[in-house]
Structures are given as C-alpha cells and as structure tokens.
C-alpha cells in the first residue's frame, strides 16, 4: 500500500491519500481521541503522539497535528498507523455512527434551506474536500447560515477568508435572504 500526502492551507494539518475508499458515505470528524471510540482508524492514528485532529473523508485522512510538535517528527508514525489499520481489516467506523452531513431544518425557511444545501453540495463541498475538510449546514436564522468546519478547515488561518470572500458571497448572489455566514463549534 502506497500512501500519498498533500499539505492543506491549514499548515497544522496533513491529508494523507491510501488509494482506497475511507467513508463509504459521508464524513466523520474527530476532534479529540476521546471523540474516536467508534471508529479503529481514528483511535489508531490518535495513538501518535501529537496528533489532535482526524477527519475521514471519502478517500482521504486529514490529520492536524498539535502546535508543537513537527510534521517531520511524527508523519512517518501517522503513515505507519493508516497502514497498520487498513492491514489489520478492521473497519474504518464501527456500527452506523460517525457519518456526519448537514442538520435537518423544519420550518418557514425550508425552501431556502434546500437551496442553501444544494449550493453547499454541488459548489462549496468539492473545493473544501480538495483541501482535505468538509463545511456543513448548521442553522438558518434571520438571514445568517451557520456553518460548521471540520477536518483541514477548523482552525485554518484562511478560513475566515473562506466564509466571507468565498462562501459568504456566493450564498448572498444565489439566495438573496442570506446576509451574512457564521462559522459554529461543534
């Protein structure tokens, strides 16, 4: 097995390619190890000392590291833990937990919310997965979207620029009762 790296925006962060199919469907997001409990992957790459962060997209492995600690120091052992677990046959997530996509919305705004979606999906999601994250609907109300980042795009230091120059704008020109684009925590 060949494991491919890419450098994201985000400098903490490393996405990591195995060539092969990571979530069937959707994402998952963990931000700390206590959060991997259901998924093998994750808790093995959390073994290695420094990692903070995985994030499992459809064919890739983002990985942030914590502030401190060198690229060059523990890339070899997060390279060694995604093989280690692709060798071991276990699966990525365990039962149906982890998949994550856009919150449900009810209401008056429905209509709006749908559009906001598609939008996401067809022409915000594809760029963001290049870079190794993922952005997904967390609420509408009075105008505003609220978004939240995950993978290589929680704690970028162009994520900001993202959501207002790019994200922000483009919602406001295809859906004019957005005004403004909020990023949340998870």
Known sequence: MFIQTESTPNP????????????PAGTA???????????????????VEGVTGVFLGPDFVTV??????????IKPAVLGA??????????????DGGAVGHAE???P??????????LLDTRVRPAVAQDG???TFHGFERGVVYLHMQGACAGCPSSTMTLKMGIEN??????????EVRPVAA
Do not use: C
């Not at 931000?31 to 093995?44: E, I, K, V």
């Open 105 to 107: 919305h009810d209401g």
């Open 64 to 73: 942030t590291k914590g502030a401190d600690i060198e690229w060059a120091h």
């Open 12 to 23: 903490a962060t490393l996405k990591f390619l195995p060539g092969q199919a990571v979530m």
């Open 29 to 47: 997001d963990f931000p700390s190890a206590d959060a991997a409990g259901n998924s093998p992957l994750a808790s093995r790459v959390f073994g």
């Open 133 to 135: 994250g993922d952005i």
């Open 109 to 118: 705004d429905a209509h709006i919310v749908s559009q906001i979606k598609e």
């Open 82 to 95: 995604i093989m280690e677990h692709y060798q071991s046959g276990l699966p990525v997530i365990e039962g």
């Open 170 to 179: 483009l919602l406001r020109h295809y859906i004019p009762e957005v005004t």
